[in-house]
């Protein structure tokens, strides 16, 4: 491989190393420590109150922000260094284009319900399985993975997760063996393409790296751990897959057939043409000045709702609200974190410990955001690590010639994201779907599940970090 300067431009420092080291948040003394200190706690509050049910993690997330911005007005007011985040600040840490997505998407999902596509839908990949449960759930996994890779992964989520509810339904089994593996391997299936997660898009978009470029470095890892979530998955759940019949019973499958006849026909292809149309404005949104993800969601919502003229009562009813607002008051929980330094002090530490070292460098920086992104939702903490990835970048050779402390980001972060369901967008957005169909996914539930196949993942990247580059 040639300089990382000539692969990717943008590399080419502006501002001297030592510039950029020092411009991270590393001074020791109480004037400095206590904003990111009460930053922090509130946040590890929030985070205990939704782990151990406390609080419904919503309402937990809204406290926290009130909390902060509380905190900022009040006590902030007789000390200016305690003023963590003011409301305006907090606005621009809330990520609007994640809200209107999530939001356009859901618009999307409640009129197509009033279809009865998903009952239909579930009936016929049913059939088309010939009742095996494990054969499903290949099927479902492989095409979350490419959906993932190719589109944002949260409309991924979006669309298959109330179809997957279907099918376990229509099948007689718990939703939870198949909605979980789909969230995993969404995060995994996103770290293959340049637009397919966040962090990999925040990191590809600082280094200025290609489409194609992306995937020839991040591709091969990506499909690796595709199939060791498929081994992992199937060594975690062999009981729930030996003993899952997955037959229909004649008398239930004839009322599963009565129940599943498409409705509104003249709604469904309304709403499929506006979805073609809004998925292929997606693959070239970039085209557009880089169209945000979020406008095009929320044009097609609006475009659909002008045509098809829904009930909006009814239709709004479906929009899960409290997913909305947790998004919110999470953003702004951690959008604190970051502002304090707290978020870039953790990972200015690992300039620190990895001295000249390029492997050292990777390992600490994949591992380091593996576990903050388990517990940070990565999208601040991959902004926050950043400066450091640009430090070790310019100062070590070997790092210099490779880029693999920005790779090791991408993949600790995308890959981190499965061990919680606070970890990534897709996670919290399905946790809230399954709430929808009555099912809630407990935070000690997501663990059990995800942590091992986290693991397993980050340990298959390390090698293969150290091995290509």
Same mark, same amino acid.
């Given at each position: ?142 095409? %979350?993975?490419?959906?993932? !890779?190719? @589109?944002?992964?949260?409309? +991924? &989520? $979006?669309?298959?997760?109330? #179809?997957?509810?279907? *099918? ?92 599943? %006849?498409?409705?509104?026909? !003249?709604? @469904?292809?309304?709403?499929? +043409? &506006? $979805?073609?149309?809004?998925? #292929?404005?997606?693959? *070239? ?106 430090? $070790? ?77």
């Amino acid at each position: 491989m040639g300089n990382l300067t000539f692969l990717f431009p943008s590399l080419a420092p502006s501002v001297p190393a030592v510039q950029v080291l020092s411009s991270l948040p590393t001074q020791t003394s109480e004037v400095h420590v206590l904003p990111a200190l009460v930053s922090s706690t509130i946040f590890l509050l929030v985070f205990l109150a939704i782990s151990f049910h406390f609080l419904h993690e919503t309402s937990a997330a809204l406290l926290g922000a009130t909390a902060t911005l509380l905190i900022s007005y009040i006590w902030g007011t007789f000390d200016p260094k305690m003023q963590l985040l003011s409301f305006e600040e907090a606005m621009l840490f809330v990520d609007w284009n994640v809200i209107f997505l999530i939001m356009g998407m859901m618009i999307f999902v409640a009129i197509l319900a009033e279809t009865n596509i998903f009952r239909w839908a579930a009936l016929k990949l049913y059939r088309a399985s010939k009742g095996s449960v494990w054969r499903m759930l290949i099927s479902l996994l492989i095409l %979350t993975a490419i959906t993932s !890779a190719l @589109l944002n992964d949260v409309t +991924v &989520i $979006l669309l298959l997760v109330p #179809l997957s509810i279907q *099918i376990a339904l229509a099948m007689d089994i718990h939703p939870f063996l198949f909605v979980i593996p789909e969230v995993l391997i969404s995060n995994i299936g996103g770290a293959a393409t340049l637009i397919g997660n966040p962090p990999s898009t925040i990191v590809g978009s600082h280094i200025g790296v290609g489409f194609l470029n992306y995937m020839f470095h991040m591709g091969p890892i990506a499909a690796l751990c595709i199939l060791a979530l498929l081994v992992v998955i199937r060594i975690q759940y062999r009981k729930d897959l030996d003993k899952a019949k997955g037959e229909i019973q004649p008398s239930l499958l004839e009322r599963l057939e009565s129940e599943s %006849t498409l409705r509104n026909l !003249a709604t @469904l292809r309304k709403a499929l +043409v &506006i $979805l073609f149309f809004t998925f #292929l404005l997606f693959s *070239i949104a970039d085209i557009f000045s880089n169209l945000p993800p979020g406008v095009v969601a929320l044009s097609g919502a609006a475009l659909l709702i002008a045509w098809v003229r829904p009930e909006m009562h009814s239709m709004l009813r479906e929009v899960d609200w409290t997913t909305l607002l947790f998004f919110i008051g999470l953003f702004i929980v951690v959008g604190a974190m970051d502002a304090t330094g707290a978020i870039a002090w953790l990972a200015s530490r690992i300039a620190v410990f990895a001295g000249e070292s390029a492997d050292l460098a990777a390992m600490l920086t994949i591992w380091i955001s593996g576990l903050a992104s388990a517990i940070v939702a990565n999208i601040p903490f991959t902004v926050a690590a950043l400066p450091v990835a640009d430090f $070790l970048t310019q100062t070590i050779p070997a790092a210099t010639d490779s880029g693999i402390v920005y790779w090791a980001l991408i993949l600790g972060a995308d890959l981190g994201g499965n061990a919680t369901y606070l970890g990534s967008a897709p996670n919290i957005v399905a946790v809230g779907l399954l709430a929808q169909a009555g099912y809630r996914l407990s935070f000690g539930r997501f663990v059990r599940d995800g942590v091992p196949v986290t693991i397993v993942t980050l340990l298959l990247a390390s090698l293969y970090l150290i091995l290509r580059y």
